[in-house]
Every structure is written in C-alpha cells, then in structure tokens.
C-alpha cells in the first residue's frame, strides 16, 4: 500500500498570504490528523477528522481550517500567515477508529513564512 | 492537566551498548501509550504500542518498551544500540475514555548512537 502523501513538500509564503496543504492517507484509512511542529514547541496537535467530519480540534486560533472529502482525502487552510505559522505540518492516518489505533505519518509540509 | 514528559532532551550511546529513552504521563484513566521515532526530513514512524497486557512490548527494529502503572512510566529499550538508531524518539499517549482521542506527545529525546 502506498504511505500516506503530502502536498507539496515545500511552501514559502510572505505575511498576510493564505495557504491550502493537501494530505492523501493510507487507502482505507478514514481518520486523518493534522501536526504542526517546530522546533520550539515539538509537536502540537491541530486536529483530526473522520468521515468529512471534524472529531477533535486543538488549541489554534481560527485562521487554521481543515476539512476533509468524501474519499478521506484532507485539506487544511491557514489564512493571513504570520511568521511563526513557520513549520512543519505533518498530516497522519489511522485505519481503526478508536484511540488505541497506531497512526501514520507523511513526510510532511515544510512551510516557511517570510 | 493531561501530560506527556520526556525529561531527556538527548541520550548519547555508544553502539553496542543498551539503550533507554525514558517517558513518563499524567493522564487520567488507562491511557494507550506509544512511540514514534523521525529520521530527518521524514514524518514519525510507529514504533509499538501498549494497550494492555504484558508490561514488556515488542516493536520494529528490535526496539521494546516497558510499562510500569505505578510509576506512570513507559521507557523505550533496546538491547544493542545501532548507529542507524540515532533519531528524535516521541512518546505519545492517547486517553483511552470516550470523548476526545487526541494524542498527546512529548517534545522528543534524540538519540546519538556513537561508533
């Protein structure tokens, strides 16, 4: 099976400008996540969803979005970027829709906000 | 509040030699636990998981991880370290009561494994 993708791999994006970032999980995988990590705050959870819809949610403010299709491929969106937006957003699946279900990661979004 | 901590920010060891990348939580309950490993540029790897049972679990790459309840603790292990080992090892801890499934991490120990 393929992994789960990531698109694209790299973004440099200026204050102010909005950005879209693309996950594709692992075929049969209905729960997506979506991580945001810096070097200073680790990894931070942004949020998950499951069957198009929005299970869990993290502490950002709202310029973050997401939102998932109905072939459980997801999207999230960061609008008026500030430099700290600066990371990497790692997007991971889950086949089990319980807690005790492994997750699996992308190799991630590397976002640079300048 | 619910609490991943990892007190290590890196643990050097020369290879051949044991390895443990401690972890330690503070969550309500019978949480699942976990740990991932990154390799640069790269997304986390599962590594294994505990969810019940035997206290000793076995993972990828030769890698175990011990649970102890009363000590809230869940060390990585390994009994011969490889220099391919070196990386940034998460643990991760999910509550396992219903509601909010979220993962919690700890902000990673990175591991030298020295020639």
């Known amino acids: 099976k393929a992994g789960v993708t990531q698109t694209p791999r790299y973004l440099i994006k200026t204050r102010g400008q909005q950005v879209t970032l693309s996950c594709s999980p692992i075929?049969?995988?209905?729960?997506v996540s979506w991580y945001q990590q810096t070097p200073g705050q680790g990894l931070q959870f942004l949020f998950e969803?499951?069957?198009?819809?929005?299970?869990n949610k993290g502490n950002f403010p709202g310029r973050f979005s997401g939102r998932q299709f109905s072939n459980s491929r997801s999207e999230m969106n960061v609008s008026t970027l500030e430099l700290g937006d600066s990371a990497l957003y790692l997007c991971?699946?889950?086949?089990?829709?319980?807690?005790?279900?492994?997750?699996?990661f992308g190799p991630g979004t590397r976002l640079t906000v300048t | 509040a619910q609490s991943v901590a990892q007190p290590e920010d890196q643990v050097n060891v020369a290879e051949g030699n044991p390895l443990t990348v401690k972890c330690t939580y503070s969550v309500s309950g019978n949480p699942y636990l976990f740990w991932y490993v990154q390799y640069p540029n790269r997304g986390l790897q599962f590594l294994l998981k505990y969810i019940t049972g035997d206290n000793l679990v076995k993972g990828s790459y030769g890698f175990e991880a011990e649970f102890n309840k009363s000590q809230t603790s869940f060390h990585l292990k390994k009994p011969s370290a490889l220099v391919s080992d070196s990386a940034l090892y998460f643990c991760?801890?999910?509550?396992?009561?219903?509601?909010?499934?979220?993962?919690?991490f700890g902000t990673g120990t990175r591991l030298k494994v020295l020639a």
């Open positions: 075929s049969g995988h209905r729960s």
């Open positions: 969803y499951f069957s198009e819809t929005q299970r």
């Open positions: 991760a801890v999910r509550p396992s009561t219903s509601g909010t499934y979220k993962y919690i």
């Open positions: 991971a699946s889950s086949q089990t829709t319980g807690p005790s279900g492994e997750q699996y």
